[in-house]
């Protein structure tokens, strides 16, 4: 089997575990989070999202790596600056995003500021991180979209 068709295959299966994840946690568990009285909900929040956060992690990662990989292979990076390639670029912002998220946000205390809202306000931190995560979870569908359009030469 070849190389590329590998390192495609492993950068869709790190895209459907992150993204799917995210779409799990923005539709289904956010909401009901938001539901619950604060300090239930601060309790199952903590028990899903602590546990996907590393499943995120580990599937950014694997993107990343099969996703640098692929343009390397593929000899890419040198039309990166080209237009009709903006759809790798966007995949690439998007990527840097959730490692910025993922790896600096996160471990610097984005946790202990939603704690201290939720404490201030009940209510309105979950609201703003609800609504990052339909932001995230929107770009991240458009760039699943642009990609499998663009790599088939649909755009
Ligand atoms: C460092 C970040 C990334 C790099 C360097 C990268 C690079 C690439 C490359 C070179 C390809 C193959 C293009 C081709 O076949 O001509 C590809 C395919 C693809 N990438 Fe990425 N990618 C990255 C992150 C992402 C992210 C964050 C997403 C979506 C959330 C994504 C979604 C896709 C999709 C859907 C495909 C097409 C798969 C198919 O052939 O159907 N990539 N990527």
Same mark, same amino acid.
């Given at each position: 089997?070849?190389? &590329? @068709?590998?390192? #495609?295959?492993?950068?869709?299966?790190?895209?459907?575990?992150?993204?799917?994840?995210?779409? =799990?946690?923005?539709?289904?568990? =956010?909401?009901?989070?938001?539901?619950?009285?604060?300090?239930?909900?601060?309790?199952?929040?903590?028990?899903?999202?602590?546990?996907?956060?590393?499943?995120?992690?580990?599937? &950014?990662?694997?993107?990343?790596?099969?996703?640098?990989?692929?343009?390397? /292979? #593929?000899?890419?990076? /040198?039309? =990166?600056?080209?237009p009709q390639f903006w759809w790798i670029d966007a995949m690439a912002v998007?990527?840097?995003?959730?490692v910025a998220l993922l790896f600096v946000a996160e471990p610097l205390g984005?946790? @202990?500021?939603? /704690?201290?809202?939720?404490?201030?306000?009940?209510?309105?931190?979950?609201?703003?991180?609800?609504?990052?995560?339909? &932001? =995230?979870?929107?770009?991240?569908?458009?760039?699943?979209?642009?990609?499998?359009?663009?790599?088939?030469?649909?755009?």
């Amino acid at each position: 089997m070849d190389d &590329v @068709a590998v390192a #495609l295959a492993v950068h869709v299966l790190g895209i459907v575990v992150w993204i799917g994840g995210l779409s =799990l946690v923005t539709t289904v568990l =956010l909401p009901v989070v938001r539901r619950r009285p604060p300090a239930e909900g601060w309790a199952l929040f903590e028990a899903v999202e602590r546990r996907f956060a590393w499943q995120a992690r580990a599937a &950014v990662v694997v993107v990343g790596a099969s996703g640098f990989y692929l343009a390397w /292979r #593929l000899e890419l990076w /040198r039309q =990166l600056s080209e237009p009709q390639f903006w759809w790798i670029d966007a995949m690439a912002v998007l990527w840097l995003a959730f490692v910025a998220l993922l790896f600096v946000a996160e471990p610097l205390g984005a946790e @202990a500021w939603l /704690r201290r809202r939720e404490q201030a306000a009940p209510g309105s931190g979950f609201a703003r991180f609800h609504l990052l995560h339909w &932001v =995230l979870l929107g770009l991240g569908l458009v760039t699943v979209l642009c990609g499998v359009l663009g790599s088939a030469g649909g755009l």
